[in-house]
């Protein structure tokens, strides 16, 4: 008897080695799912709190600080180049060229590259649910000086206010999507830039 029941408690400890490895790959495939949801949760939470960091430091804004920044001096002063008419005014007045393509041509700026930053704009806030604000720094942001940003608003004027913005020029447009921050942090970006 004592025989027998070694014989059948190796046999069954044989069973288990043989379940054993079954049973350990589901432990490690379990493991491995746990360590990539814990892993995609971080993530996540990582963009939250990046959304929620940003909200906080902004905060409610109330009616008397959005009045300060749209009045402000600064705002004013980059807002102003969204304009169509400034930049060529600058450029023939102050910067002496008798043709705007002369001063294209000075700054490596073609036509197509006024074009190009007009379409980005206009797709980045007509291509989808929500505006593509990263999009639009960037078009801007790509423009040597300011008088080329408002070459490019006359561009987005004449190719699409009257087509597809509802008569809209680029300020109006950009106004009508954007809130009160996104347009000062445009305005910022258009400031840091040389006039010519």
Do not use: C, H
């Amino acid at each position: 008897m004592l025989v027998e029941s070694n014989q059948s408690g190796a046999s069954g400890a044989g069973s288990a080695a043989v379940a054993n490895p079954i049973m350990a790959v589901k432990v490690i495939f379990l493991v491995a799912v746990i360590i990539l949801v814990i892993f995609l949760l971080w993530k996540f939470m990582k963009g939250i709190s990046s959304i929620t960091g940003k909200l906080g430091e902004l905060g409610p804004m109330s009616e008397e600080e959005k009045k300060a920044i749209v009045l402000s001096p600064e705002y004013q002063a980059g807002l102003k180049w969204l304009d169509d008419r400034i930049g060529i005014e600058t450029v023939v007045r102050k910067g002496k060229f008798k043709k705007v393509s002369d001063y294209l041509t000075k700054k490596g700026v073609s036509a197509s590259v006024l074009a190009s930053s007009a379409e980005q704009i206009y797709k980045a806030v007509s291509g989808g649910v929500s505006e593509d604000e990263p999009a639009i720094y960037t078009a801007i942001a790509s423009l040597p000086t300011k008088a080329t940003v408002s070459l490019m608003a006359q561009v987005f004027n004449t190719v699409y206010a009257a087509k597809y913005t509802g008569g809209k020029r680029l300020a109006a447009y950009l106004s009508a999507y954007l809130d009160l921050t996104e347009m000062q942090t445009l305005t910022e970006i258009i400031n840091k830039k040389p006039e010519l």
